[in-house]
């Protein structure tokens, strides 16, 4: 009897291998899951995340293409994604309400001057059921590492106040824990990244700051946490909107 069960499990047990292998960062398998219908990314640059053959996507960014390439001379030989809707994806301005089955936004919120506003934003244009799918950097395996987790008090200010009382600050605390510079020359990167908008991470998390700041503000937004996980040195959610509830404000 036993080897029978053995042998009748040998394929699951190979399919099994063969999705951990081939999943080494489970983004993907978290597609499957979660999405289907038509929807947007946001920010996806080089690295446009694989969806699922059910899924439908039209990528957003806040230049064109070629702009983006000239804004990111780093990103010199990568494809880059053909963005089709010209917008800040932070407010989501073109996109109608409850217009999409989902918003995919990975690596988008750290960039986010207002990160709940943009939370808020992403809620309002997907159909009541809908998902956002999001990833963010864990700062503790990134350039981020020696800058503290951003405070929920901290992000409840900029949401409340306006982020612009900070944006300074912002690029200062970029400037000396990742570009490492001091003196005049940290001053004079820190106005040339200022004029030209860079787009830096203006707020950082660690997993256990994530899930906190998550847990905080589903009330206020409105949305139900299907998954938070980590995933190397990621932290992957998926967050739904109820199927029956108002816009956030």
Request: charge should be neutral.
């Amino acid at each position: 009897m036993i080897p029978a069960i053995r042998k009748r499990l040998r394929p699951v047990k190979r399919a099994f291998w063969r999705i951990v292998r081939s999943e080494p960062l489970g983004r993907e398998l978290v597609a499957r899951t979660y999405l289907t219908g038509a929807g947007v990314e946001i920010g996806a640059l080089h690295n446009p995340l694989r969806v699922p053959r059910q899924a439908r996507v039209s990528y957003v960014d806040r230049m064109s293409t070629a702009a983006l390439r000239e804004h990111y001379p780093e990103l010199a030989g990568q494809d880059l994604v053909t963005v089709d809707i010209i917008d800040n994806g932070e407010n989501l301005a073109t996109l109608a309400p409850a217009s999409q089955d989902f918003v995919i936004a990975n690596h988008f919120l750290e960039h986010c001057q207002d990160p709940i506003g943009s939370l808020g934003n992403m809620l309002r244009v997907v159909r009541p059921g809908g998902t956002i799918y999001m990833a963010v950097p864990d700062k503790r395996f990134t350039f981020d590492v020696d800058r503290e987790v951003t405070s929920l008090d901290h992000l409840l200010a900029d949401h409340e106040r306006g982020p612009a009382a900070t944006r300074r600050q912002h690029f200062a605390e970029w400037v000396r824990f990742v570009s490492r510079l001091e003196g005049p020359a940290a001053e004079a990167e820190l106005d040339r990244l200022s004029v030209m908008d860079y787009s830096i991470h203006y707020h950082v998390w660690d997993f256990p700051a994530f899930l906190g700041f998550l847990t905080a503000v589903r009330e206020r937004l409105g949305f139900e946490i299907e998954l938070t996980m980590r995933n190397g040195q990621e932290i992957l959610n998926v967050l739904r909107k109820p199927a029956s509830r108002p816009d956030p404000a």
